[in-house]
């Protein structure tokens, strides 16, 4: 399995960016996709998530009305449009995957996710 990340960068306060996750190796429609991120000395902290149908999609309050994820099942894609960003938004980005049963499934808890892209950085001047 392979979650490769891209799209992070520089970008000032108030800017926006796009990433995108492409997933190779597993049945992507069986998967809930996730966002995290950490930040220097910091925990990993959940972000936004979206369960195996796309419909169910839990953010952090943090990023609640400037950031959306969304997936793409037919491109194994998952995206996290970032608006609006903060100096406090600057980390690197993590997509993982986590085994669903459900499609209204989707879990915000790190532990719950079995597969981590290499993280992408994101980093916004202010």
């Known amino acids: 399995v392979q979650l490769q990340a891209c799209g992070g960068g520089l970008v000032q306060a108030g800017g926006s960016l796009r990433l995108s996750c492409v997933a190779s190796?597993?049945?992507?429609?069986?998967?809930?996709m996730g966002w995290f991120r950490q930040a220097p000395g910091k925990e990993r902290e959940f972000v936004a998530a979206v369960g195996r149908g796309g419909f169910n999609t839990p953010y952090a309050d943090s990023v609640k009305g400037r950031f959306t994820i969304s997936r793409n099942n037919a491109d194994n894609t998952v995206a996290l449009q970032m608006n609006n960003l903060k100096s406090e938004d600057t980390a690197v980005y993590f997509c993982?995957?986590?085994?669903?049963?459900?499609?209204?499934?989707?879990?915000?808890?790190?532990?719950?996710?079995?597969?981590w892209g290499q993280g992408t950085q994101v980093t916004v001047s202010s």
């Open positions: 190796g597993m049945p992507f429609n069986q998967y809930a």
């Open positions: 993982a995957s986590a085994y669903s049963r459900r499609a209204d499934l989707v879990q915000i808890s790190p532990d719950a996710y079995q597969y």
